[in-house]
């Protein structure tokens, strides 16, 4: 695709922690373009570079930093529109872009929930993108992507959940403090320390597990039947949630049985090769004291969950430990997945949108 | 007690973490009067000033800072000795003390589940002491204490234990870098990252508390019949490990029955006011965002554990986090407390110790 | 002295983390009784205990949990008043207190340099309160405590300038997280980090400096004619500034001149026996590697600075290590100690504050 | 260059953390191609992926994993070493290397003050590899790479001494926990904490900046003549030395020079386009907090020192901040473009080499 021919997108909420990853991601993305940067009405009308406080460890692409940042509010000439909004105001904003037309990829919560609203991750439940097709906001839609600590969860169950069946699932995180945003988590409260409380994200996890595991039946998604219990705590890492999970299958399995259903792990983003997809979904990792954040988050370009340390559980089946990037993988690097998915299928040739000549 | 009055007692393996800890808990002790340090061969001969590389916040009392170190090996004129040894070698050497006459009150976890080796928490099972009494070692005896993740589990379960009994318990850890003694865990593996991975530390939570619940019939130890699943963490957090935990309970409960438990759960140490007894051995903890490591671990002095977040699991009956400090409770302070009870039921009072008058 | 005759004392923005730090060592204080705390108009009305995010490791006080948060604004009815405002309001509000006849201690920055107000080190220029006498606010009066990072370089440096003068000093900071309040710094920007920039800190350094070290002459303060250089960075520390310091003396001297210096060194709050002074204003540490912001900010209770390292200077004469806790007696142990002075001295004998029975 | 080509390569000491970023660099490398690796004798014989820790974010190639550790002692097939060893035993291990007719590039400090032995940083130096030719040791030789905290002081001072002269440096350091190899600094002395002392460090940083700005005249290099001060210290940072640099210059200039100096700083590597030289290796930053380590280490992949902060200074001209990778530029990176300048400049032509067809 030459350049004129890449679909221009807007990247609304752009100067916080998520927007910048957005950033990083489509400085040089093969499809899209970024041709709009919004953010709240104090920073509206400067030049991003002087808006945000940059805090990636790769520079700031110039392009970017001279880009004149408008307000988070349509009408912006851009089919394809990525949501870093707080969700205090992703709500309305994201409505807004959806009901004139711009396909909306959001990273915010106020959507995911919602019946007429796809919640996908791409390896995992891409049919449930035609839950946007039913349901009609103008000719836009929203598509949402999970939770950052879900992601990581629902890559490593659903090999499961396809293979064994999945009775309950119980799951104890360790998030880093980029979940929380910028500013985020004072570090006073955090260096020499855990937290063990993070505000609804433990209903969160349990609520949009059991919906992206769910089945779509031609109309609606009904939401998988497992038993899930979380417990959600602050840990003193930048990047990459790791998780400790017992599960309980639906039939008996060795533990070999498991392991092969990872590394088979495959789906749509691998089968279409998206530019953004991982290699591998999900990496089993043989080391005894895998997965770790700081060795393991960036396998994959931050894209893939890394699994180990499986073993059997005593009151469960079995338990292991789950990593991903919760930046990259959960949120901005997801959201991108998910947009090439719906270009990779063809939601994105509607009127208002210029078509883009991807197989699907 | 005037200082003549005092139990001349050493510290085996003084110059390590826990060693130190021992000499800061002990530098003004009503009971106990430090006159032995000892260590490896390669320290002895050495003024401990010299010898030990002091990491504690307060300062080194001069007194032990001028002592000289010994072998850790008899006859050193001590009836008491505690052990701050590591693993490798605390095995025989506290053989060879408790053989020649010496009560030892062992940190380490060569003995803990040798049947005929007390392993006690003071306010949780006072009455395995006796296994000592049935035991003999020519006159001494080996009493421990558990591993530093163990103990902020069964002062949070004995009170369910007791009153609604106990089917099933999930834990998961979040373990502070000074549980890995020093120099232990090397900073470039835990900055900005956690290890889920501890060399034969689930094993030891599980089957610990077994035993230390387990039921003494005048002649052995029966453990308790409970489920354990553990899964274990080191944290960059230097002290006080926090744990995940989730219950079965033997009985349906409301959550403030679960916490009435708590609150009212009190034992010998606090009924006998031994020195280093917390005021309440478990401390329930209303906040949010309760128990943290950094604000928690000194409660009562570092001597009670901490208790928060009680809530409904989907899958066992409730689940809650529990938190203690693992060189304070979980090592040199329960050990200290573990040798108070000891004294105060009269289990010095044997040929080659002097007489302590304490009431029991 | 009978709680009956203790001074009833307010705190003004008691919920910041400097208020909490003022709320935790007057708990027990045996001169003052804490009668009133204030905050922003936002946590006016509520309890304290649900106004403040507490993040001391030592509990709340139930005695404060419960009392009211007023707003902070005169009348209050408390002779003495101790300001933890934040510096963008301090500078109207302490006014308005001092001119209804307040003794204001303030920790702000906002009337530091002003020429009619005291900014007093204790241990170092006691003599400049009369600064406060020879002004009038309606009978009140504002007295400062320096920022943060000047303490622990004054009080290394007085002994000095005393003993040999000082030609120019070069300081290099390494600052602790508490310094910049809470929530302060984002955890995203410290942790794994070092930030070599703090707004405004090297000018006050340098300033302040000279005008502590400064000259009382009858009727003002005469700036001391040092060469001040500063650089000052962020370090993932949680409380403890600690200075690499370069001295050019008024004279050749020996190491160990400047040693005894620092040992002989003591003041009006040691002769006074002021209750929150600490027994030596600086310890000289004579370890290697000392002194280090976690092992030595808690000395004689947080109150000291401790000075290690001293050897030649290639460049300048000397160069050594300085370091104080920073809220501690950089901020509210410090204010507490100037108050303490100011009521020994008997600068709060004056109408509208009831006398105090102290010798002076 | 075909494979065939490329120059066959050992590195000695492969399994410590120098060792390990050798082998990440060198995985792709278009000139040199990794046939052996050594370690202690315990390591030699196992499978270099059993031997070695991994500790890298990217993970370990499977050809190095399955290479079988040999013992650090020649012959060894390859006219190119790296030396990764312990200074404990470096000095005598590539002494025995060189005189067998090896090129050792070495990161240790053994050799670098040897006046025989060139101590080379590409972009300053170049010539000083003469030194090398002017000695014999059979037909080898030893090249030396500075001190990982020299590095970015010399990078950022190079522009300065050719522009303008040095009279006097002083140089405060917060070096990354990673300079102290593996386990290197343990994790309960640096959280929370900062370390005022690394043994041997500063006179490192002072005899190494002078030999290396200093003058080669044909047959021994001469010292610069420049007064340097140096305090170093441990911070709580995974990788990146931040510096906090203070200079005299020898003659007055505006600080926009000091700018165009660093800015136009260009050197050999960029000349001859080698592999691993930076595009820039100073960047200049005009951010009012840059640089700080975890932003700017990687920038040019680790291999550029990153300047900024300039500002007058009141006691000597201008102060400014300097970061650079200290086990990238300033270890395994640093000696890789000295490979490659040696290359380069025709030093491997030599009997016992394969000749390696590189424009000069």
Request: charged share 20%.
């Amino acid at each position: 695709m030459t350049p004129r021919d890449k679909i221009p997108v807007a990247v609304l909420g752009a100067t916080g922690s998520v927007g910048q990853r957005f950033l990083t991601l489509l400085a040089d993305h093969p499809w899209f373009d970024v041709q709009a940067l919004t953010a709240s009405d104090r920073s509206a009308g400067k030049a991003y570079g002087d808006a945000a406080h940059w805090l990636q460890s790769t520079p700031l692409p110039e392009r970017f930093a001279r880009m004149e940042v408008l307000k988070s509010a349509p009408p912006i000439p851009c089919p394809l529109v990525f949501s870093a909004l707080d969700a205090s105001v992703a709500g309305e904003v994201e409505t807004a872009f959806a009901s004139t037309g711009h396909v909306v990829i959001s990273n915010a919560k106020s959507h995911r929930m919602d019946p007429s609203v796809p919640l996908v991750v791409p390896e995992v439940n891409p049919d449930h993108l035609q839950v946007a097709s039913t349901s009609s906001r103008g000719g836009g839609a929203i598509l949402t992507n999970p939770n950052c600590s879900t992601i990581g969860l629902v890559l490593a169950l659903k090999p499961l959940w396809d293979t064994f069946g999945l009775k309950r699932v119980s799951v104890v995180t360790m998030q880093a403090v980029s979940g929380a945003g910028f500013p985020g988590v004072p570090s006073y409260q955090i260096l020499d320390n855990v937290v063990p409380y993070i505000p609804g994200e433990e209903e969160k996890l349990e609520s949009e597990t059991r919906k992206i595991l769910g089945t779509f039946d031609g109309g609606a998604v009904r939401d998988a039947e497992i038993r899930l219990s979380a417990q959600c705590h602050r840990v003193p890492v930048l990047d990459g949630h790791l998780l400790a999970v017992s599960v309980e299958l639906g039939r008996k399995a060795e533990a070999s049985e498991l392991r092969d259903a990872w590394e088979r792990f495959s789906g749509e983003p691998q089968a279409k090769a998206l530019p953004t997809a991982p290699r591998h979904p999900v990496h089993f990792l043989e080391e005894d004291d895998a997965p770790q954040p700081r060795l393991h988050r960036d396998l994959d370009g931050g894209m893939a969950a890394s699994v180990g340390r499986l073993r059997p559980c005593s009151i469960l089946d079995f338990k292991f430990n789950t990593l991903s990037h919760n930046t990259i993988r959960g949120a901005a690097g997801g959201a991108l997945l998910l947009a090439e998915l719906a270009v990779a299928k063809g939601l994105l040739e509607r009127e208002g949108a210029r078509t883009v000549g991807v197989e699907t």
